[in-house]
Structures are given as C-alpha cells and as structure tokens.
C-alpha cells in the first residue's frame, strides 16, 4: 500500500538549474498538493489541485510551476532553482478538499540549491 | 493579519503523564481543524479532525478539544510513551479554502 510516493528523496542543485519533483497517489484522490516545509515556519502551500485538469497558487507559488498529468500524478517544476528555494518539499493527497477529510503526505524531497 | 500559533519552545514530560499541546490562532474563522503528527524526516501524519460544532474529539489516548470563542484547540495525549515523542502540527481553513499549518510542537517524552 504506496500511498503518496515522492521522487528523488534527495536532491542538490546549482543555482540556476531546473528540476522538476515527482508525485504518485495510489488512492484515487482528486485533490493533490505541493507544500515546502522551512525551519520555523511550518508548512506553506506552493500550489494545488482540487481535481484531475486544474491548479491553483497557494500561499508561496512564485519561482515553481506544476503539472496534473493525471488523477495519480502531480509534480512540481524550478526552472530556474535559487537557493531560497532550498527546502523539503512535500506532496499530499486527500479524497476531498483538504478542509474537512484527511491529508496523506508523501516521504519528502529536500532539495538543496547552492 | 493571520496568525498560527503552537506551543513556541519544545515541550518535555515524564512518560506516564498527560502532554497538554496549544493551537491558538487569529483572524481565522475554520470550520474544520487539525491535528498532525511529524517525525524526523518523515511527511506529516494525520491524526484527528474536529469540527466546530464539536467540543471535543476522542481517539485512543487522544483528545482534542475546539473552542471557537477562545480561538483554540487543546490537544492531549494521555499515558504518555517515549514512542510519541514527535512534533505536532495543528492546521485549519486558510485562504483559499485550503489548510494552513502551524509550525509545530516538538513533544518529547522522558522515559
């Protein structure tokens, strides 16, 4: 039972370069997100997607862009990677919006941009 | 503006006690909260989702609690166990209707 499966675990980066993170749910959810997690600062939501063809800006978008491939499969794009960016970057899923049913999150990447 | 806020320093209790956790937010109106539990270098994991017109939500060890006048939730962990030392991470309904998270408690419990 995967889950929510997340691509590379680790990742280095200089400054400039573009990479783009993975994510797969196993769970036929229709709502999917991206999150980076700084020291001190929680969890803040870089983009979503409520169902399979649609994304929206979250709290912290500028700098990424995503792709909802399909129901399973969201993942998140640096062009031009900074080290402000460096992060651990989480993708979630939930069978609804996120309000009011459960958020199950992947194993997370951190990305390191130098 | 809207604020978050848990327990700001690490909380430490003797194994076998009750950890009291705070959330307290504002200029939030969330119909829906959460809480969620976080280990080193692993996703966060959900644990329990109280709505607002329920004071209070059990689950094992587990009990939140939802005051919408005070805007805060308690959340207790009873006979504590070293194995729930972790951090914990409220969340509720932010801007566009999605969660937004607090930064966290790290719990630690002593054996």
């Known amino acids: 039972n995967a889950g929510v499966t997340q691509t590379p675990k680790f990742q280095v980066l200089k400054t400039g370069q573009s990479m783009t993170l993975q994510c797969a749910q196993d769970?036929?959810?229709?709502?999917m997100y991206w999150y980076r997690q700084d020291p001190g600062m929680g969890l803040r939501l870089i983009y979503y997607?409520?169902?399979?063809?649609?994304?929206d800006k979250g709290e912290v978008p500028n700098g990424y862009n995503v792709s909802r491939l399909n129901k399973r499969e969201f993942s998140l794009r640096l062009e031009s990677a900074a080290p402000s960016q460096t992060s651990v970057y989480f993708c979630?899923?939930?069978?609804?919006?996120?309000?009011?049913?459960?958020?199950?999150f992947g194993q997370g990447t951190r990305l390191t941009v130098v | 503006s809207q604020k978050i806020e848990q327990n700001s320093e690490a909380l430490n209790i003797q194994e076998g006690k009750t950890a009291t956790l705070t959330c307290n937010y504002t200029?939030?109106?969330?119909?829906?909260l959460q809480w969620y539990r976080q280990d080193p270098g692993r996703g966060p994991v959900f644990l329990l989702l109280?709505?607002?017109?329920?004071k209070e939500k059990r689950k094992e060890r587990l009990k939140v609690t939802f005051d919408t006048t005070l805007k805060q939730s308690l959340f207790h962990i009873t006979a504590s166990q070293p194995a729930d030392s972790a951090t914990y991470l409220c969340?509720?309904?932010?801007?566009?209707?999605?969660?937004?998270f607090g930064s966290g408690t790290q719990l630690t419990v002593l054996p």
């Open positions: 997607s409520a169902s399979e063809g649609t994304t």
């Open positions: 979630a899923s939930s069978k609804t919006g996120p309000l009011n049913t459960e958020a199950f």
């Open positions: 109280i709505r607002e017109n329920e």
């Open positions: 200029n939030y109106s969330p119909a829906y």
């Open positions: 969340a509720l309904e932010g801007s566009a209707r999605q969660l937004t």
């Open positions: 769970m036929n959810h229709n709502s």
